[in-house]
């Protein structure tokens, strides 16, 4: 720390946190002020080359620990994380420039949840046996080796404990890379793995950006597996770089995801449900409905209601527990997005709210966007069909359900959905016919940590979540005993 208070993160391998090879350096600055608040070291191809040795050598004998052993460790480091709870929920508030109730709720609660939940599913596990006449099969879910984790800036410690846990409870070891835009709750679950003194070796992490550190990581013919969270266009270079080498491969991508709204839902709940929807985390989440789609009859009076509903969150002080909504995570990303607005109007959109830059007072050089509702655009305009991936969204009226169909599905992406409607035979239809890898019916973000997550199209590849994930972090193998 200097005298500013600045932090200098480090990398942590093979159970020590050590300096970068290399004298390069970015900032991390907050969403909310503009301000510098640590410095991320720029790690590159011998730093990475550093942490996969260190988890090639752990990983047998991690490996050899067993199931419950190992299961006992996702326990310690959830225990430990827990004590740093309200830690994890400010560093990520002021990292991301979410709001602190959000960073509570959602990602230090489901950071914790994550390893007990894998813990608590891995000791479960039963050994599964196939008998035939004159033989017994059973299956050994081994490691798969050494992981390369690579995760995005909107959830950061969520989404990487959602991989550590299951990727090192399975018998791998890991190298992580944070996103380097918010690597802080990273950085302390570093700290929290080094407290309870998990072996060295097991978790490694190498800070850096996508050319300079990820991209090496995925090459690194040490990596058995990827498993990567973020941009489409950035996943397909993942895809290109491990599929030569045959490397497991998960790609949790991009989303543009319908809100399918008919005449006969409960319109009080529907509107909070589908304002949550589009703006939770500024619209910063891959889940989030930001193409809404509206029945004829009822859509000027969804309009009226919504546009109010958006109109009273409150947007501001991240650190204000009545913050509704926060930053934007950078300049570029907000540049991006306002781009989008301009695109809307050059394509015929009508701003209903927002569309501009709006700076609560003493965070004017913060990235802050007004929640910004567009009507009017054809469903397979641009606004309407690439992922924005802000506080922004979309109206479409439709007039029939195969309507409503056809326009949900008319886009590259194919991650999720959410359909409201007081007809459950309407919402499983509905659902069904939609080409998305999750449909919420009345709700939206209703997790269930055993069911399985991922998407479909340009959304990506495999499925993570419950025994999805033990699979993916694992290869089966099958022994078959000959009777005499
Ligand atoms: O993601 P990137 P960014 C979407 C959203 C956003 C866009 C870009 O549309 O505007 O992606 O966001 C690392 N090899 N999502 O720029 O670049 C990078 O360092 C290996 C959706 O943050 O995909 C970071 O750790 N790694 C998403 C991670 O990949 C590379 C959430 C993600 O960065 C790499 C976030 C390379 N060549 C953004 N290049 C979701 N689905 O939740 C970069 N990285």
New binding site residues.
């Given amino acids: 720390m200097d005298k500013e208070g600045i932090r200098d993160l480090r990398n942590y391998v093979g159970g020590c946190f050590v300096e970068h090879d290399g004298s390069e350096w970015m900032d991390v600055l907050e969403p909310a002020t503009g301000e510098r608040f640590a410095r991320l070291p720029l790690s590159g191809s011998n730093d990475v080359d550093a942490a996969v040795e260190a988890a090639r050598e752990a990983q047998p004998g991690w490996a050899a620990l067993g199931k419950d052993s190992r299961a006992d460790w996702l326990d310690r480091i959830a225990d430990s994380l827990e004590v740093s709870f309200e830690e994890v929920a400010e560093l990520e508030s002021r990292d991301t420039g979410k709001p602190i109730s959000l960073a509570r709720a959602v990602d230090a609660n489901r950071s914790v949840a994550n390893f007990r939940f894998f813990a608590g599913l891995i000791r479960e596990q039963e050994k599964e046996t196939f008998e035939m006449e004159d033989a017994t099969n059973y299956v050994v879910n081994r490691p798969v080796g050494v992981g390369a984790l ?6 950061p410690l969520y989404l990487l404990s959602w991989k550590v846990a299951p990727a090192i409870g399975m018998g791998n070891t890991v190298v992580c ?5 918010t690597p802080m709750t990273a950085d302390l679950l570093m700290r929290v793995i080094d407290g309870v003194g998990l072996p060295a070796g097991v978790v490694n992490l190498v800070h850096g ?3 300079g550190a ?2 090496p ?2 090459a690194h013919p040490g990596i058995d597996l990827v498993s ?8 397909e ?2 895809a290109e ?1 491990a599929a030569p080498a045959f490397k497991k491969l998960s790609l ?4 543009k995801n319908s809100s399918i709204v008919f005449a006969d839902c409960d319109m009080e709940k529907t509107i909070a449900g589908v304002v949550r929807s589009g703006f939770l985390n500024q619209g910063q ?2 889940l989030c409905g930001s193409r809404i789609l509206v029945e004829d009859s009822v859509y000027d009076e969804f309009e009226r209601a919504f546009v109010e509903a958006v109109e009273q969150m409150r947007i501001g002080d991240p650190a204000d527990d009545s913050t509704d909504l926060g930053a934007l995570i950078s300049k570029d ?1 907000l540049q ?1 997005v306002q781009g989008y607005v301009d695109i809307a109007i050059e394509e015929g959109g009508r701003i209903l709210t927002g569309g501009t830059p709006c700076l609560p007072s003493g965070f004017e050089e913060g990235n802050w966007m007004a929640p910004t509702v567009i009507a009017d655009l054809p469903p397979e305009s641009r606004c309407s069909t690439e ?1 924005i ?1 802000g506080p922004v969204v979309t109206l479409h009226r439709f007039q029939s359900e195969e309507e409503a169909v056809g326009i949900a599905n008319g886009t590259r992406y194919g991650l999720a959905g959410s359909v409201w409607t007081s007809d459950m035979e309407k919402g499983k239809r509905v659902s069904e016919s939609m080409e998305s890898g999750m449909v919420w019916v009345n709700t939206w973000l209703h997790r269930d940590l055993r069911v399985p997550f991922g998407g479909v199209k340009d959304s990506g590849v495999g499925r993570e979540g419950g025994r999805w994930s033990l699979g993916f972090f694992s290869e089966a193998m099958n022994v078959c005993l000959k009777h005499d």
Avoid at 150 to 155: A, K, S, V
Avoid at 177 to 181: D, G, I, V, Y
Avoid at 252 to 255: A, I, M, R, S, T
């Fill in positions: 690579i995760t995005p800036w909107n959830l890379k944070p996103s380097e835009l950006d996508g050319m990820g991209s990581l995925v990567f969270t973020g941009g489409t266009a950035t996943g270079k993942v770089s949790e991508l991009g989303g989440v891959c990303h991006k992922e991936f």
